[in-house]
T-cell receptor
C-alpha cells in the first residue's frame, strides 16, 4: 500500500462548480498535511496546510482533515479555468529511526472547463 | 522577499558525466530539502539539511548522489557518473524549521543522453 494515495484523475468540473480532491494516508501518527498545486512544467506551490481535525478555509479553498479515517481533502469553490493543474497531497510520515519525510501522492489532475 | 532559486534550470549531460545542481533557499530558512520528481509522479524525498548538518540522506538512490550545504545556506546536489535513469526534475525546498511548510524552487530538469 502506498503511503499517500490520491485518485490520479483526470477530474473535470465546469467553471463555477466545486472541485473535490481526496487523499488517504497510511501512517496513523501523521500530524501535518499539505496541499500543493503544480501547473504543467512548473514546480509545486503550497496552497494549504492543515494540522487539526476539521475544516480550514482560505479564500476559495477549504482543507478538511479526519485523522480517525486517515483522510484529507481539498475543496475548491467557484472553480476557475486557472485552477486547472495537478493537485498534490503531501503528508509528514515517519520513515524510521526518528526520521520523517514529506511524502507525496501522485497527484490528481484537475481540469476546469469554461 | 525572494523565493527559492535553483540553477541551472536545464541540464543535458552525456552518460557518465558528473553534474552539480545548486539551490539557494529562502533567506533565513534553516531547513533545506532535495526531491526528485519523475514524470507523472509526486516528488520523492532525497535528503534533508538543518543548517549545515545533513540529518537524513536515506532517499539518495545510490552512492553516486552526494549533497552538501557547507555554510548552512546554499546547497549543491552532485551526481557522479550520470545514468539515463537519473533523468528527472530535481527540486529543492526550504522551510523555516524542521518539518513546517516547505516552499519549492523552480527545479532543475536533468536529461542524461
Amino acid at each position: 500500500q502506498k503511503e499517500v494515495e490520491q485518485n490520479s484523475g483526470p477530474l473535470s468540473v465546469p467553471e463555477g462548480a466545486i472541485a473535490s480532491l481526496n487523499c488517504t494516508y497510511s501512517d496513523r501518527g501523521s500530524q501535518s498535511f499539505f496541499w500543493y498545486r503544480q501547473y504543467s512544467g512548473k514546480s509545486p506551490e503550497l496552497i494549504m496546510s492543515i494540522y487539526s481535525n476539521g475544516d480550514k478555509e482560505d479564500g476559495r479553498f477549504t482543507a478538511q482533515l479526519n485523522k480517525a479515517s486517515q483522510y484529507v481533502s481539498l475543496l475548491i469553490r467557484d472553480s476557475q479555468p486557472s485552477d486547472s493543474a495537478t493537485y498534490l497531497c503531501a503528508v509528514i510520515i515517519e520513515s524510521g529511526g526518528s526520521n520523517y519525510k514529506l511524502t507525496f501522492g501522485k497527484g490528481t489532475l484537475l481540469t476546469v472547463n469554461p | 522577499g525572494a523565493g527559492v532559486s535553483q540553477s541551472p534550470r536545464y541540464k543535458v549531460a552525456k552518460r557518465g558525466q558528473d553534474v552539480a545542481l545548486r539551490c539557494d533557499p529562502i533567506s533565513g530558512h534553516v531547513s533545506l530539502f532535495w526531491y526528485q520528481q519523475a514524470l507523472g509522479q509526486g516528488p520523492e524525498f532525497l535528503t534533508y539539511f538543518q543548517n549545515e548538518a545533513q540529518l537524513d540522506k536515506s532517499g539518495l538512490p545510490s552512492d553516486r548522489f552526494f549533497a552538501e550545504r557547507p555554510e548552512g545556506s546554499v546547497s549543491t546536489l552532485k551526481i557522479q557518473r550520470t545514468q539515463q535513469e537519473d533523468s528527472a526534475v530535481y527540486l529543492c525546498a526550504s522551510s523555516a524549521g524542521g518539518w513546517s511548510e516547505q516552499y519549492f524552487g523552480p527545479g532543475t530538469r536533468l536529461t542524461v543522453t
